[in-house]
C-alpha cells in the first residue's frame, strides 16, 4: 500500500516519519467508519486499533438504567483501541459511530509487533494514551460544574475540530445522549446559539456558522489545551523532531 493523502488525514499516522510509515503502512486495512456503527460493546475484546481520517468515534459510558454519558470522543487526531496495547483488551464501554468518515484499523497483535522498530508511534501512542485520562477528568469537571448550554458549546466544537468538518450530522437526541442531559434543555441552548448566528440547524445535521461565536458561548474546558487535537499534533510533531535529532546525534 502506497501512502495516501488520506492515509496521512489521520494526525498520529502523518506525524510518523517515513522509515515507520513503512512499516505500519502494509498492515493498515480501510476501515469506512459508518453512522451508527457499533465498533465495539461493553465486555468486547478489544482485536484491532482503528485509526481514524474523519468522522467521530463516540465511548460511551452506559448505566444500569439505559442512559448513558459521553467520556470520549476521538476524530483525525488519534486513535481508538489503544488501551488494548497498555492494559485490559475488553471494551469497558460502548463505542459507536457519531460521524461517518474515512479510517483505518490494525489488528492489536500486529501493530505491537512493530513497536519495537517504531519509537515515535510507541511515544506518541503512549502519550494519547495519558492524555486519555486527562480528558475523562476535565470532562467530569466539566459535567458536574458547567451548564447545558456551555457543555454543548463544548460538544459542537469538540466534534468540528476532531473531525475537520463545520458541518455536524448531529441531532438534539444525539447531544442529548451524548452529555446526559434532558433533550429540552439541548433545544433551549440551540435556539439561543441560532438566535446569535452562531449555528444553523437543519434537519438531522448542524452547521456551524461563527465558531468564534460559539466559543464564546462554551466554558473553559473547551480552551484546555488537554481536549484539543492541536495538542496532538503538536505533541506529535516535537517527538518526532526529538527522535530525529536523537538518531542524528548517535551517527556522530
Given at each position: 500500500m502506497k501512502i495516501s493523502e488520506n492515509t496521512?488525514?489521520?494526525?498520529?499516522?502523518?506525524?510518523?516519519?517515513?522509515?515507520?510509515l513503512s512499516k505500519i503502512i502494509p498492515i493498515l486495512k480501510p476501515c469506512p467508519l459508518t453512522r451508527k456503527t457499533t465498533v465495539y460493546g461493553i465486555g468486547d475484546t478489544i482485536n484491532a486499533i482503528y485509526f481514524p481520517c474523519g468522522g467521530l468515534i463516540s465511548e460511551m459510558a452506559i448505566l444500569a438504567d439505559g442512559g448513558g454519558l459521553e467520556i470520549?470522543?476521538?476524530?483525525?487526531?488519534?486513535?481508538f483501541g489503544i488501551t488494548a496495547l497498555f492494559g485490559p483488551?475488553?471494551?469497558?464501554?460502548?463505542?459507536?459511530?457519531?460521524?461517518?468518515?474515512?479510517?483505518?484499523?490494525?489488528p492489536v497483535n500486529a501493530l505491537k509487533r512493530i513497536l519495537e522498530e517504531c519509537p515515535v508511534l510507541t511515544d506518541s501512542l503512549s502519550h494519547y494514551f495519558n492524555s486519555w485520562f486527562l480528558q475523562v477528568?476535565?470532562?467530569?469537571?466539566?459535567?458536574?460544574?458547567?451548564t447545558v448550554p456551555q457543555r454543548c458549546?463544548?460538544?459542537?466544537?469538540?466534534?468540528?475540530?476532531?473531525?475537520?468538518?463545520?458541518?455536524?450530522?448531529l441531532t438534539h437526541e444525539n447531544l442529548a445522549n451524548a452529555l446526559g442531559v434532558?433533550?429540552?434543555?439541548i433545544t433551549n441552548a440551540m435556539s439561543a446559539f441560532e438566535r446569535d448566528r452562531s449555528i444553523q440547524c437543519m434537519r438531522g445535521s448542524i452547521e456551524i456558522l461563527n465558531i468564534v461565536q460559539l466559543r464564546s458561548a462554551s466554558c473553559e474546558c473547551s480552551k484546555c489545551e488537554n481536549r484539543s487535537p492541536r495538542r496532538y499534533t503538536v505533541l506529535?510533531?516535537?517527538?518526532?523532531?526529538?527522535?530525529?535529532?536523537n538518531v542524528s546525534l548517535s551517527k556522530h
Open positions: 496521512l488525514a489521520n494526525h498520529l499516522l502523518a506525524s510518523l516519519p517515513p522509515q515507520e470520549m470522543s476521538i476524530g483525525r487526531e488519534g486513535a483488551a475488553t471494551s469497558a464501554h460502548e463505542v459507536t459511530v457519531q460521524m461517518s468518515g474515512a479510517g483505518w484499523c490494525v477528568a476535565q470532562i467530569a469537571a466539566c459535567t458536574g460544574r458547567h458549546a463544548n460538544k459542537l466544537l469538540s466534534a468540528s475540530e476532531r473531525s475537520g468538518s463545520t458541518h455536524l450530522p434532558r433533550r429540552a434543555g506529535n510533531g516535537d517527538l518526532r523532531r526529538r527522535h530525529e535529532n
